[in-house]
């Protein structure tokens, strides 16, 4: 009887909670702005995906185009949350046209899985390792910065 509670199940427990937590980091985004802010899918919903990307890119300091169940799209705003910049999230799972963005995305980048993918100024930053890479080489605060997202 036990046996099928989530808490029996470890892989199941940590989805669950990932997935709550999940939740609860876009709940925060949307009603205090102060991990960022979410896109609305409904004004982006119309020409190329790619000039989509390239359009939200060149509207905002920082752009992370994200789905909202991936750990490693969570870790980067996590990452630049922390930092004190307020980045723009585009969750790619929750526009019916997302999927077309993620393929204009992996033609970008050519590599898969497409996301997290951060723009910043504009420019195409990378993913998840080209971002780590430069947050540890010291790169990122200035670029940050040239950016305007950032203010120290």
């Known amino acids: 009887m036990y046996s099928s509670l989530p808490s029996q199940n470890p892989k199941s427990e940590t989805s669950i909670q990932l997935y709550y937590f999940s939740l609860f980091l876009k709940m925060h985004c949307q009603t205090t702005g ?44 996590r990452l630049f949350c922390g ?35 951060v723009f910043i100024g504009g420019k195409l930053v990378g993913a998840m390792d080209r971002v780590m890479a430069s947050h540890i080489n010291g790169t990122l605060v200035p670029l940050l910065k040239q950016a305007g997202a950032l203010w120290l």
Do not use: Q
């Not at 077309?100 to 980048?109: F, Q």
């Open 34 to 77: 102060s991990w960022g802010s979410y896109m609305p899918t409904s004004r982006t919903n119309v020409g190329d995906p790619l000039e989509r990307i390239e359009r939200l890119a060149s509207e905002n300091a920082v752009v992370i185009f994200s789905i909202s169940s991936c750990c490693m799209c969570h870790a980067v705003k």
């Open 83 to 117: 930092m004190g910049v307020n980045p723009t999230v585009y969750e790619l799972d929750e526009d019916p046209r997302g999927k077309d963005m993620e393929k204009a995305l992996i033609r970008l980048l050519g590599t898969s899985p497409p996301v997290p993918v």
